[in-house]
Nanobody, 127 residues
Framework: QVQLVESGGGLVQDGGSLLLSCAAS????????MGWFRQAPGKEREFVAA????????DYADSVKGRFTISRDNAKNTVYLQMNSLKPEDTAVYYC????????????????????WGQGTQVTVSS
């Protein structure tokens, strides 16, 4: 299986920036895409961004488009999430996840096809 370790969360003011990192280990060849999800207190875990390992194709939630950028370094088996112009509503625990290649489901925003998850890192944006 795949193991994931996130880092980079913290406390930042409204309008600030943070860079999250997620390092993968284990059976890397199983990874089709790597994604970031977030969960705020009392809310469902929601898709934030994802990137396909082979060609770098990306997908973003509408709420973060233009503010967040996902990137990958395949040599380091690491994915990054650069978060700019942060807002208080971005406050959540951010989880890194990976999904295998599922031919019937190519979309990268579907939580259900992700089968490896990190422990999560807290991001708090103060107003």
């Amino acid at each position: 299986q795949v193991q994931l370790v996130e880092s980079g969360g913290g406390l930042v003011q409204d309008g600030g920036s943070l860079l999250l990192s997620c390092a993968a280990s284990g059976r890397i060849f199983l990874i089709y895409a790597m994604g970031w999800f977030r969960q705020a207190p009392g809310k469902e875990r929601e898709f934030v961004a994802a990137i396909r390992r082979s060609d770098g194709r990306t997908d973003y939630a509408d709420s973060v488009k233009g503010r967040f950028t996902i990137s990958r370094d395949n040599a380091k088996n690491t994915v990054y999430l650069q978060m700019n112009s942060l807002k208080p509503e971005d406050t959540a625990v951010y989880y890194c996840a990976t999904r295998p290649d599922v031919p019937t489901t190519q979309a990268m925003s579907i939580r259900g096809v992700y089968n490896a998850w990190g422990q999560g890192t807290q991001v708090t944006v103060s107003s």
